[in-house]
Nanobody, 125 residues
Framework: QVQLVESGGGLVQAGGSLRLSCAAS????????MGWFRQTPGKDREFVAA????????SHADSVKGRFTISRDNARNTVFLQMNSLKPEDTAVYYC??????????????????WGQGTQVTVSL
């Protein structure tokens, strides 16, 4: 049974930091590309960051570049999103996702096969 479980969300003031984690099970995590997306009510799910299976390549959306960093620990079947210098516009539900191709190239939700349930991040002024 495939599971992706996000944690680490919460309420933080603008300029603060949060570190999201996503624990994976039920599939060969170390061969899958991993990504983070976010979504606010009434809007499409938005790409945030992705990392290849071996951490050799990563990509970040322009809106978070220089502030957010994706990383992974294949020994722990976990992917992380370090979020610094948070802004109110970063408020969203954050989802982690897995793609069997193993790449960091996927920037669309349809590029991913498995999804977590999401964790809320709220950034206040």
């Amino acid at each position: 049974q495939v599971q992706l479980v996000e944690s680490g969300g919460g309420l933080v003031q603008a300029g603060g930091s949060l570190r999201l984690s996503c624990a994976a099970s039920g599939f060969p995590f170390s061969t899958y590309g991993m990504g983070w997306f976010r979504q606010t009510p009434g809007k499409d799910r938005e790409f945030v960051a992705a990392m290849a299976w071996n951490s050799a390549r990563s990509s970040h959306a322009d809106s978070v570049k220089g502030r957010f960093t994706i990383s992974r620990d294949n020994a722990r079947n976990t992917v992380f999103l370090q979020m610094n210098s948070l802004k109110p516009e970063d408020t969203a539900v954050y989802y982690c996702a897995a793609n069997w191709r193993g790449t960091s190239a996927g920037r669309l939700p349809e590029d991913y096969n498995y999804w977590g349930q999401g964790t809320q991040v709220t950034v206040s002024l």
